[in-house]
């Protein structure tokens, strides 16, 4: 029986980085995978949608931005076998890489499936059947989520897929795709078929993006109708029907009845943890609505096993993740956790990018929080004019009494790059008045982060002075 000084379950963005740190903090580590190292952020997630968004993002700017550049190109056209080719390469590449970490490390990576049977003990079954039982002082569980399945008359057709299908097939998308979600997952697939020339909706059962900041909603949501996305508010599908060679759903938005026909349907309405054949022997821990209940220090009921990432809900993110097994990895070395928990960037890949770290203004307030909020639209900055950037803005959330920066909220070109400065700014409980002392050069869209810092206090030099 081999026995570890810890053993994970799932090689993704949790799982492998857990590994990789607790081997270098010299403990002896076995991850087991039943699928492709890297999760489903790798290899049906995060990689593979930014690879589609950013080759779809190409072929509009040189349908629609290359003329006002000065610049002509005829008959472009998109091959999307030869898009989603260039997708798997990126993919295999990273993989690989991963690969390469984990037999690097000395982590010993095992391919099947693991079931926790008690504490301190985890059976692996191999891809042909065959159990071996392995012991470990602590056990780690990542095994991630799976895409939700909402259930509608008409869910189970041909065609009703979820992300995992869609990014898995070139060809389930001809011209008409009916997005059902209000997500991240749903705006970024919305986008990518709409640049490739789509007729694409969205039906939504609230509002689009509703766990957003009000602002990022609204201007959004004009983005998306600028790109020609119809977006239906208050929805309720009925049914979905074959019509043909595609598909026709019947829903209700806002008190009025709608028929609309489309190739696909993408089901994007979230996700759920896989739990699937994680336990064995009768043996269990305590869940709450599917997710793995664990404490501050992500240990369950059960001393010696823990959890992280999307198996125990809250935000589902691959960085989330990592950073939670680092803690854990680091504690049960002995060591004291290096990273900070509390504030995490969440991020959005279309055009405009969207990343938002800490409190939102509405958040501040329900917390009973006075706040002076900062606010600088992009329409002023240079470097988004020079690229023909689309509409959006950068809008900080301070302490009224401290001045200390609770959270950040951007709608703007590489606004998943310049958050991080955002969330150090937050992590280092960073005031105004010392976020103003950085000088950020110029022409760069990190630039406008000292207008937003300076026109909390009405010092902003490229915003109209506020009317009196």
């Excluded at 930014?50 to 998109?78: I, M, P, Q, R």
């Excluded at 694409?200 to 909603?217: E, Q």
């Excluded at 609309?260 to 089901?267: F, W």
């Amino acid at each position: 029986m081999d026995s570890y000084d810890l053993i994970i379950i799932g090689a993704g963005p949790g799982g492998y980085v857990g590994a990789v740190r607790a081997a270098q903090l010299g403990l002896k580590v076995c991850v087991i995978e039943r699928r492709d190292v890297g999760g489903t952020c790798l290899n049906r997630g995060c990689i593979p949608t930014k690879s589609l968004l950013y080759t779809s993002e190409l072929f509009a700017k040189a349908n629609h931005d290359f003329e006002l550049l000065g610049l002509h190109a005829e008959n472009v056209s998109c091959d999307p076998v030869k898009m989603y080719d260039r997708k798997d390469q990126v993919v295999g590449r990273l993989r690989s890489g991963v690969e390469q970490l984990l037999k690097a490390n000395g982590v010993v990576r095992l391919f099947g499936c693991g079931s926790v049977a008690g504490p301190g003990s985890v059976k692996f079954t191999s891809p042909d059947g065959e159990e071996t039982m392995l012991t470990a002082k602590n056990i780690l569980i990542a095994s991630g989520s799976k895409p939700s399945r909402t259930q509608f008359p008409g869910c189970e057709l041909p065609g009703v897929i979820t992300s995992d299908e869609l990014l898995a097939d070139s060809g389930v998308v001809k011209k008409k795709l009916l997005v059902f979600g209000a997500g991240v997952i749903a705006v970024e697939f919305a986008t990518v078929f709409a640049n490739l020339g789509c007729e694409v909706a969205m039906v939504v059962r609230s509002r689009l993006m509703r766990v957003w900041d009000d602002d990022i909603s609204k201007n959004f949501g004009t983005v998306l109708k600028k790109r020609g996305i119809k977006v239906y508010g208050k929805s309720v599908v009925k049914e979905v029907v074959r019509a043909g060679d595609g598909l026709l759903c019947r829903f209700a938005s806002d008190g009025k009845d709608f028929e609309m026909e489309a190739d696909s349907i993408l089901v994007a309405n979230g996700r759920e943890p896989d739990t699937e054949g994680l336990f064995c022997g009768g043996f269990t821990l305590p869940m709450k609505n599917g997710c793995i209940e664990v404490n501050d220090s992500f240990e369950t009921s059960v001393p010696g096993i823990y959890a992280i990432g999307d198996v125990i809900g809250g935000m589902q993110l691959a960085h989330l993740a990592s950073a939670q097994a680092i803690s854990v990895c680091e504690r049960l070395a002995g060591e004291a956790p290096s990273v900070c928990l509390e504030f995490i960037p969440n991020c959005i890949y279309t055009a405009p990018e969207i990343a938002s770290v800490g409190l939102t203004e509405a958040e501040a307030a329900e917390r009973g929080r006075k706040v002076i909020i900062g606010r600088y639209m992009m329409m002023g900055n240079g470097k988004t004019i020079i690229e023909n950037g689309e509409r959006g803005f950068i809008k900080l959330v301070f302490d009224a009494d401290t001045d200390v920066l609770l959270g950040a909220q951007l709608m703007c070109e590489r606004a998943t790059d310049m958050i991080a400065e955002l969330a150090t700014a937050c992590v280092s409980r960073l005031t105004a008045e010392q976020l103003t002392r950085v000088v950020r050069p110029h022409p760069t869209f990190c630039e406008a982060v000292t207008e937003a810092v300076e026109a909390a206090h009405g010092r902003s030099i490229h915003s109209a002075p506020a009317k009196k």
